[in-house]
């Protein structure tokens, strides 16, 4: 995974462009994604597609003709969307074209205006105050006109028509956790998903954050509300840091409950947040009258590390543990979401266990735990719970149960009773 976040970095990103193509087209050479355009203009709710933009070079020139700023050496050093400038400015009006953080100085921030026209620089705040009087050229070889958005999808079909759906954002230029994480962990679970046995249909795109996820709604909403039972937010999932957890607005879909229950089994002291807490897609998906059943497990979440929208969000900063990590978390959840049902016992009174070869038939001391944890399972088995939730009562872990109910089925002890499983469930799990 920290090789294909390598071979994304360089390139210059933005919500439309010939750097989401590139993108897009790496990606499509690991999973068979399909590549879809939507012109300039198209209407998506209460937005429209932007002009497409592309730049071919940046710099500012000094008095003696060095590059001060280059853009070619990072592509952090443009304001992502600028109109194509070239102007001899004196520094009191460059200065109002550059942008820097002085509380990280050696930060290049990354600043962005799709939706005025305007143009700027960013630089580290320690190269600003180097500048001295005098002229300086401005330089943004730069195109801003009609063309398109460019989004990738793939769908994976189950043995049902109900749909986990998975959204990941390529409109970031060089970042490695905000942006590049994301779509690589997404490929890695494209890759597992499709070599796996599958009851869901599963639903993964590859957009440009915010105006992506509204144009694809905007395509796709019936479709989604209809099928769709749990989807995930994939994004800031490449350090090492913590794990993190932002629920829906609602906070109690299927996709609530069984990311809680993977993550308070193993990774106890997550970070939880606040739907209030948002910033990404989630925005769109799970907004009122779309409200999609969308969670986002992150590692550090944006907006709380301090290299978030800066240079310093580098590829030292992902690591392949953190990758993987991130990675085994999600498998996780769509392997609950795969063995979660409704179960009911099949029997009344405690089921024999014993002339079934599942109890001891000598009894010494305690009840052994895989015992106890079948009798409890059976008890709660009344065809109302789905194996969440009995997890939850019984406090055994899922992945704990998915032998048990198996075997319990194979006898003809427990029968799975075919509803939709995104009832409305209370949740609660500890977190920080």
């Not at 990941?168 to 956790?177: D, E, G, K, R």
């Not at 490929?187 to 998903?193: G, S, Y």
């Not at 999609?292 to 290299?307: A, D, N, W």
């Not at 735990?369 to 009995?390: K, P, Q, S, V």
Request: charged residues 20%; neutral net charge; hydrophobic residues 35%.
């Amino acid at each position: 995974m920290h090789q294909m976040v390598t071979e994304l970095f360089p390139i210059c990103r933005s919500i439309t462009g010939d750097g989401v193509r590139a993108t897009l087209k790496t990606i499509q050479s690991s999973v068979p994604i399909q590549i879809f355009e939507v012109p300039s203009g198209t209407k998506a709710f209460d937005w429209e597609v932007p002009r497409e933009w592309n730049i071919r070079d940046a710099y500012i020139l000094d008095g003696d003709g060095k590059r001060v700023v280059d853009w070619k050496s990072n592509n952090l050093h443009v304001v992502s969307y600028s109109v194509p400038v070239d102007r001899w400015i004196d520094l009191a009006e460059l200065q109002q074209h550059l942008y820097s953080l002085e509380q990280q100085p050696d930060a290049i921030p990354y600043v962005t205006s799709y939706y005025k026209e305007r143009w700027g620089f960013c630089l580290r705040h320690v190269d600003r105050l180097k500048l001295k009087e005098g002229i300086y050229r401005a330089v943004i070889d730069s195109s801003l006109g009609n063309g398109s958005l460019t989004y990738g999808e793939m769908v994976l079909p189950g043995t049902t028509k109900d749909e986990i759906f998975l959204s990941t954002y390529v409109c970031h230029p060089s970042m490695a956790n905000n942006e590049l994480s994301g779509p690589v962990v997404t490929v890695e679970l494209a890759k597992w998903l499709a070599s796996q046995p599958r009851r869901y249909t599963y639903r993964i795109v590859f957009i440009p954050e915010t105006i992506g996820s509204l144009v694809y709604l905007s395509r796709h909403l019936n479709h989604l509300k209809k099928n769709v039972v749990a989807g995930f937010v994939i994004t800031c999932v490449g350090d090492d840091r913590t794990y993190s957890f932002l629920p829906s607005r609602k906070g109690n879909t299927l996709a609530d409950r069984a990311a809680l229950n993977i993550l308070g089994a193993n990774y106890p002291h997550f970070d939880k947040y606040s739907f209030m807490d948002r910033g990404s897609d989630e925005r769109q998906y799970c907004s009122p009258g779309v409200d999609l059943p969308m969670v986002s497990i992150m590692r550090s979440k944006y907006g709380t590390y301090p290299e978030y929208h800066t240079s310093l969000d580098n590829l030292s900063l992902v690591t392949p543990d953190g990758l993987a990590g991130a990675f085994t978390v999600l498998c996780d959840c769509l392997e609950l979401l795969e063995h979660n049902r409704i179960l009911q016992c099949t029997c009344l009174g405690e089921p024999q266990l014993g002339r079934r070869g599942l109890y001891p038939t000598v009894q010494r001391g305690p009840t052994p735990r895989e015992a106890t944890d079948m009798l409890n399972l059976l008890a709660y088995a009344d065809g109302e719970n789905d194996l969440i939730e009995i997890s939850k009562i019984i406090q055994v872990p899922c992945s704990r149960l998915y032998a048990t109910v198996d075997k319990l089925i194979s006898v003809g002890l427990l029968k799975e009773i075919d509803v939709k499983l995104n009832k409305k469930t209370e949740v609660s799990v500890s977190g920080n």
